[in-house]
């Protein structure tokens, strides 16, 4: 979305990855970078809504406009974010769920990593949702760092202690990845068709996408993340330009 904006607008765009979300030391000098090259705009998602607050504020001492993507920063400093709703995307993870297995059964959850503050509301909006339905039962709900290898071993666990479990809802791609490899795996050695386990998460990559098409994955709630990046770009050339964005600052959605 980014890439496809700048290109539009005829600007440059860099690209700075932290690596995952546990690394805020080094969004932080990342930050840095971006002061001491003198850019002009930033849009930046910040891995934590209070520990970027300081860096962030920096940056915007040095003359460097800010738009905020996707995840909030508790400051009143930022006049612009273009955000999704958390809790109603958890919302409508728990509606697919609840479909997928038929209004009953176990759910076993692995909503993101620990202190991410997106992960919270989302996570209350699914267990919110399939609150209204007795016959579905939250067993298990486990915190995981934001990579394939450890969702992999999370729910590799939690399928050997709950192997009659209906559903499970991974958070983000990655976690995605790790327990639909794991639910493969699981399921080849019982001699279980792809499906029989539903798994409903959010956003879509390549991998995916491919499970599916496959059978793996009964589906993702998608949260417009690639026309979030877009408008974040069209929305600090604004700021850049003198410009105050069209519509309210809390614009993106689910």
């Given at each position: 979305?980014?890439?496809r904006a700048a290109k539009e607008l005829g600007i440059t765009v860099k690209m700075y990855d932290a690596g995952g979300y546990e690394f805020l030391p080094k969004q932080?000098?990342?930050v840095e970078d971006i002061i001491a090259a003198k850019y002009d705009g930033m849009i930046i998602c910040p891995i934590s809504t209070k520990g970027m607050v300081n ?189 105050q964005p069209p519509g309210n600052p809390h614009r993106g959605g689910t």
């Amino acid at each position: 979305g980014s890439v496809r904006a700048a290109k539009e607008l005829g600007i440059t765009v860099k690209m700075y990855d932290a690596g995952g979300y546990e690394f805020l030391p080094k969004q932080v000098a990342h930050v840095e970078d971006i002061i001491a090259a003198k850019y002009d705009g930033m849009i930046i998602c910040p891995i934590s809504t209070k520990g970027m607050v300081n860096a962030v504020h920096k940056a915007m001492d040095a003359g460097i406009k800010v738009v905020v993507d996707n995840i909030d920063l508790d400051s009143n400093r930022v006049k612009n974010r273009v955000m999704k709703n958390s809790y109603e995307l958890g919302l409508w993870i728990g509606s697919a769920m609840v479909e997928a297995i038929q209004y009953k059964g176990k759910v076993f959850m692995l909503p993101g990593p620990s202190g991410i503050e997106m992960v919270t509301p989302m996570a209350k909006g699914f267990e919110d949702y399939l609150s209204h339905y007795p016959k579905v039962k939250i067993v298990a709900k486990e915190f995981t760092k934001s990579n394939v290898q450890a969702a992999y071993q999370t729910a590799e666990d939690l399928l050997k202690k709950y192997p009659d479990v209906a559903g499970i809802y991974p958070w983000s791609t990655l976690i995605t990845r790790g327990t639909t490899d794991a639910v493969k795996a699981f399921s080849k050695a019982k001699g279980w068709k792809p499906g029989k386990i539903k798994i409903v998460t959010h956003n879509i990559a390549v991998g995916v996408e491919k499970d599916i098409r496959d059978g793996w994955t009964y589906g993702a709630v998608l949260a417009e993340q690639i026309g979030m990046a877009s408008q974040a770009v069209y929305n600090v050339v604004d700021l850049i330009e003198g410009r105050q964005p069209p519509g309210n600052p809390h614009r993106g959605g689910t």
